[in-house]
């Protein structure tokens, strides 16, 4: 009764939504729609044999793919919040996880810059209620912003709480960079429509300058604000502040009474890996009985060596996993990836703790530890309902789906997604938001009438809250913004398709 009252409630806004809302979603579709073709195909075509040329050529298209794709979303960002079309979902978010996926999604852009991206956040920093999605694009546009502007050293997320303990929390956003900083003279025309720092960084980064105009709007629609000042020891700190309503809750510290030490030459992760421990409960020292040790530190070519005293971690980038099984066999006790995950560290800290002798093959100590980042996970014999029109979209994401072991069948309309389910049983579906005849939302909601709790995942060439709110509302799960890419889409099927009995067809 709830989704359908939640339901009514949403056609009746679309209904009467404002002209410039209804233009600007219309645009965001028409526009996103094939610019999200011509970079998923750039992408399957760099995953075929290519000669050196053909492989530079398609690398410059998908690069100047992106450029475009970015300028069109800070574009209609822009003219949204300008409108002032913008609404803000407010539920409760845990900050923890929405700051660890802007820093792995940034991290293969960082690591191709030879780059560390690395992030913390406060044991005292709460769950707080905002727009998840809007306060992700905040982060992702000044940490993305770091990544570009920086070319030696590296990235620093991190979270802080500037308040003690209450119903309210005032919580600061920081991303620090090492970077040439922003001139003071720059420090506010930054933050202005087509503002940069030096008229050439237009030029020379590809960008119009909206990305933080954007950012400022969205921070003082949700009552804070930001700012840039230089960071100590160089480079450039960007912070938001904003005050949040708290959600109760507590965060896990399992490594109480332990002790851990690390050795790292970059700074950034020295003192990230720290506050992680901390706020796993864990203290830190020079010496420890687990010492996590950077690959960084290593002569190239060469290993890094085990510590003399105490049983060590090796600290890789995903890039690097083939070092594993040679790491192993110079005894170390086990690995993590970077940029590291809070709940792996303590997880691989306590597993290392309690072993008596190295290592010998992945995950023997603990075999959730193992990181999905270097070990995919497999998906034979999953099968798929895909409902999609878009000719493109639909071989893009089949291709993909197909390449993970999934079977796949396709309907090209709502309505033949519902007939589908109605004669088959499927582990998951993929829907298109924006189908001819019955849309997604509305093939979502015949097919919860019936009883089917199947999931479905959107796809949408959007990237607007309202968007999502209204395929959740419709009885969807969950939600993917095109253009789909392989590390999305094998996360949306290690999270949605992990059950013990698998749909068969009826």
């Known amino acids: 009764m709830a989704r359908r009252a939640a339901t009514k409630r949403t056609e009746g806004l679309t209904a009467t939504a404002d002209p410039a809302q209804q233009f600007l979603r219309l645009m965001s579709h028409e526009m996103r729609t094939p610019l999200n073709g011509v970079l998923g195909m750039i992408h399957l075509l760099q995953r075929t044999r290519l000669d050196g040329a053909q492989r530079a050529y398609a690398e410059n298209a998908r690069q100047s793919a992106e450029h475009l794709l970015g300028l069109v979303n800070d574009l209609l960002d822009y003219a949204r919040l300008e409108a002032g079309a913008l609404e803000f979902d407010l ?20 690591h191709d810059k030879g780059l560390e991206i690395v992030w913390s956040v406060g044991a005292d920093v709460p769950d707080i209620r905002a727009d998840e999605g809007r306060l992700k694009q905040v982060l992702f546009n000044l940490a993305g912003n770091a990544v570009k502007f920086t070319e030696t050293g590296g990235v620093y997320i991190a979270v802080e709480r500037r308040n003690g303990a209450g119903r309210a929390a005032h ?34 980064h590809d960008g119009a300058g909206l990305g933080l105009a954007v950012v400022r709007k969205l921070a003082r629609a949700m009552g804070g604000s930001v700012q840039v000042a230089d960071r100590p020891g160089g480079g450039a700190r960007f912070c938001f502040e904003a005050a949040f309503d708290v959600v109760p809750g507590t965060r896990d510290q399992p490594l109480v009474g332990l002790t851990v030490a690390v050795r790292s030459p970059d700074i950034f992760v020295q003192t990230a890996a720290i506050a992680q421990i901390e706020a796993s409960g864990g203290r830190f020292a020079a010496s420890a009985p687990v010492v996590l040790v950077d690959h960084v530190g290593a002569l190239s070519g060469d290993l890094a060596l085990p510590p003399s005293e105490g049983r060590g971690v090796i600290l890789l980038k995903p890039s690097e996993r083939d070092l594993i099984a040679r790491y192993r066999a110079q005894g170390f006790h086990g690995y993590l990836i970077k940029p590291l995950r809070r709940a792996s560290l303590a997880e691989r800290v306590l597993a290392v703790a309690a072993q008596d002798d190295p290592m010998r093959e992945a995950g023997a100590a603990s075999p959730a530890a193992e990181d999905d980042r270097v070990v995919p996970a497999r998906f034979a014999g999953t099968r798929i309902l895909l409902a999609e029109d878009n000719p493109v979209g639909a071989l893009l994401a089949r291709t993909l789906l197909q390449r993970e072991g999934c079977i796949v069948e396709s309907a090209a309309s709502g309505q033949e997604a519902v007939a589908s389910l109605a004669r088959a049983r499927y582990d998951l579906v993929f829907m298109d938001m924006r189908m001819p005849g019955m849309d997604g939302p509305a093939a979502a909601r015949a097919i919860r009438a019936t009883g089917d709790a199947t999931p479905i995942l959107a796809l949408t060439a959007n990237a607007f809250a309202e968007d999502r709110r209204l395929c959740l509302e419709a009885g969807m799960d969950d939600h993917l913004v095109k253009p789909l890419d392989a590390e999305a889409l094998r996360a949306a099927l290690t999270r949605w398709t992990k059950r013990d009995i698998r749909a068969k067809v009826g």
């Open 91 to 110: 539920a409760p978010v845990d900050v923890e996880p929405l700051v660890r996926s802007v820093a792995e999604l940034l991290s293969p852009r960082a």
């Open 171 to 204: 919580l600061a956003f920081i991303v620090d960079d090492t970077g040439p900083g922003v001139p003071h003279e720059a420090h506010t025309r930054i933050f202005e429509e087509f503002g940069h720092a030096d008229v050439s960084d237009a030029v020379r």
